[in-house]
């Protein structure tokens, strides 16, 4: 009889974890994000707190669904959000760090996004290829973030007054003003 409760415990836990699209039938570690058409955030997005973090570092894949146009022209220019945290304890509009990307003039571009007493500032990193692993990281330096994407590395101001990374982790987000303008899949692996 225990033996007939775990495998059923087993299967509903597998069964629910495919639903949330936590199931990683690769067996590489990789979680699937998945933006519908019509709407802004990821899923699966469980909460997670960072008590003290020194460097974030995770792989992101983009396939062919990171192209994209928008309705409106102008909004191509938004940078979506990849992953990263919020910092401080503070809310992420307050104080985060992330990395964003977008698809523009044909090539997808990845950022640093951080937002410093509720200021938000971006910088480009790089350019990268699609259908391709890219390592990723946020560490964080003090009064600074140190960005690295794909192997180039900047730098951008932290005004959070905690001497590490402190808050809960940010997923996958499209846009800016505008929903998804289709289904977009982004895997990640944090490392």
Request: proline share 5%.
């Amino acid at each position: 009889m225990r033996t007939i409760s775990v495998l059923l415990l087993v299967t509903i836990l597998s069964i629910s974890c495919d639903k949330l699209g936590i199931s990683n039938t690769d067996g590489d570690g990789f979680v699937t994000y998945k933006i519908t058409k019509g709407q802004q955030s990821a899923s699966p997005a469980q909460y997670k707190y960072y008590p003290s973090l020194t460097e974030l570092k995770f792989t992101a894949h983009f396939d062919s669904s990171a192209i994209y146009a928008t309705v409106n022209p102008t909004n191509q220019l938004d940078i979506n959000k990849l992953y990263g945290f919020a910092d401080d304890d503070k809310q992420h509009h307050v104080s985060s760090a992330r990395i964003g990307w977008r698809w523009y003039s044909n090539k997808l571009e990845l950022f640093g996004y951080v937002y410093n007493d509720s200021v938000r500032t971006t910088q480009l990193i790089t350019q990268v290829p699609l259908k391709t692993d890219i390592p990723c990281s946020i560490k964080v330096d003090g009064t600074r973030y140190v960005f690295t994407a794909n192997g180039t590395q900047m730098t951008m101001p932290r005004t959070a007054k905690t001497p590490t990374g402190k808050g809960y982790r940010l997923y996958p987000y499209f846009g800016g003003d505008e929903m998804a303008p289709k289904d977009i899949t982004i895997r990640i692996r944090e490392d």
